[in-house]
């Protein structure tokens, strides 16, 4: 499952709504609550490629093979206890109902964190299935250029 920046807001914007309709949250401005919501996102996205990029410079300082990436970058990512795969839906979630609790334009949470976190990470469920599906037909068109060289990036972005 992956994140990507152009579905945040409609990610976001799917999570306010679904809890405003459910009634577990009372918002003041919907468009400001959006944009906490976003926030988060953005941030995790951040840490997300910070990490990749830490990953990247770490091989490229030992001279390691491009299949090592995915060993380095989890080790990176325990290391600063940052959550991926499924484990990242259950964080951002519980991550947006923190920032809920801080947003002055969450008028009331009257949901349980539970539930709200639940109802949350199966938008998020949502939105990044749909994502890895057309990552994974991204990746079979291009399956014939070595993935990591400058070549298979540029492809996957304009197949993308």
């Given amino acids: 499952m992956k994140l990507?920046?152009?579905k945040i807001p409609v990610i976001a914007a799917d999570i306010i709504r679904k809890l405003k309709d459910d009634g577990d949250i009372e918002v003041s401005d919907p468009k400001e609550a959006q944009l906490d919501v976003e926030a988060v996102l953005k941030e995790y996205l951040r840490l997300d490629r910070e990490l990749t990029?830490?990953?990247k410079d770490y091989m490229e300082k030992r001279k390691l093979p491009y299949e090592?990436?995915?060993?380095?970058?989890?080790d990176l990512c325990e290391k600063r206890d940052f959550p991926t795969g499924e484990e990242s839906l259950n964080y951002l979630a519980t991550q947006i109902v923190e920032a809920f609790m801080h947003s002055k334009f969450i008028e009331e949470v009257f949901g349980d964190d539970v539930d709200m976190r639940r109802k949350m990470a199966a938008t998020l469920r949502k939105h990044m299935q749909v994502d890895a599906d057309?990552?994974?037909e991204v990746r079979r068109r291009i399956k014939n250029l070595e993935e990591g060289t400058a070549t298979w990036e540029v492809e996957y972005q304009r197949v993308m």
């Fill in 4 to 6: 990507y920046s152009t």
């Fill in 53 to 55: 990029e830490l990953a």
């Fill in 68 to 74: 090592q990436f995915g060993k380095i970058k989890r």
């Fill in 134 to 136: 057309i990552d994974h």
